[in-house]
């Protein structure tokens, strides 16, 4: 039987269109070489996910930047989708780019994560984004960061999408007593899901699928089991690397991160995303 891989593909790039003063990331323009480079090697991804017939793969990019500005990335995401054994592929975006690109994609197959960030484009512009993906029957889920002070535009965003568009909070952890009551109860009649993103889950010892059914890779091939545990578990370039990919125990003491603790066994997320975990787009929204 086939072994079903979802991959979390992180390049090189780490440039962003975006100045987010909350971000840790994206805080510089990529050069000329090292934009080549990222679209070299992710090529070499590409084709590689072409090789692999015999699993039935599903792709999330996860890039440190704004990748879908970028054509190699657009490209990639058309070529992926059109692969017989490639189930989903699904990126991290802003909505900052042109989206005409979509018309040339498996669309059944395509979603977008959609970070809507107030302090650098406008609701209507991002809403207009939102509308055309509806247009083109294209799934998406919309994500925010969790700041008190940007709870009423949140509320407002969930009022004027579609009452079948996911919208997800990335709650603020570092302070325990950030959130007020009332405050938990506005995120969660925006997200019923935000409690799962509310705390750290303790994961040392406890079953993950990280680094069996699905693993990260970068633009070496490198593969890591997740984002959080940096330790290389081999490469994909190899031969029988899959000899690496086998259930294994969590060695982190906490998982925070959406895509990390969505793997973990004990919280059974399946039942809350189905076959949509690398989407992040929930089966029941309300």
């Known amino acids: 039987m086939s072994i079903n891989w979802s991959i979390l593909y992180r390049g090189t790039l780490s440039g962003c269109n975006y100045s987010c003063d909350y971000c840790p990331f994206a805080k510089k323009k990529d050069s000329r070489k090292v934009l080549e480079k990222d679209a070299q090697e992710l090529n070499r991804f590409v084709n590689w996910v072409e090789t692999r017939k015999k699993e039935r793969i599903g792709i999330l990019f996860t890039p440190w930047g704004e990748a879908l500005i970028r054509r190699h990335y657009q ?45 650098q484009t406008t609701m209507h512009q991002f809403l207009k984004k939102c509308q055309q993906l509806d247009a083109f029957q294209v799934k998406y889920s919309v994500g925010v960061v969790g700041f008190k002070e940007a709870l009423r535009e949140i509320e407002e965003m969930r009022q004027k999408l579609p009452e079948n568009t996911y919208i997800w909070i990335n709650a603020l952890k570092k302070d325990a007593h950030y959130y007020t009551p009332e405050d938990i109860y506005r995120m969660t009649a925006i997200d019923p899901h935000v409690s799962y993103n509310l705390i750290n889950h303790i994961s040392k010892g406890f079953p993950c699928r990280a680094g069996h059914t699905t693993f990260s890779v970068n633009g070496s091939g490198d593969i890591t089991r997740c984002h959080f545990i940096k330790v290389a578990i081999g490469n994909i370039y190899d031969a029988n690397f899959e000899q690496n990919l086998y259930p294994r125990l969590c060695t982190n003491d906490t998982c925070g991160c959406h895509i990390g603790y969505v793997h973990l066994e004990k919280l059974q997320l399946e039942k809350v995303f189905g076959d949509r975990l690398l989407e992040r787009i929930a089966l029941i929204n309300f």
């Open 75 to 119: 490209e990639a995401m058309i070529r992926l989708s059109q692969m017989p054994h490639v189930c989903k592929v699904s990126i991290q975006t802003n909505l900052s780019c042109s989206l005409n690109w979509l018309e040339n994609c498996c669309k059944e197959k395509v979603a977008l994560w959609a970070t809507y960030h107030p302090t």
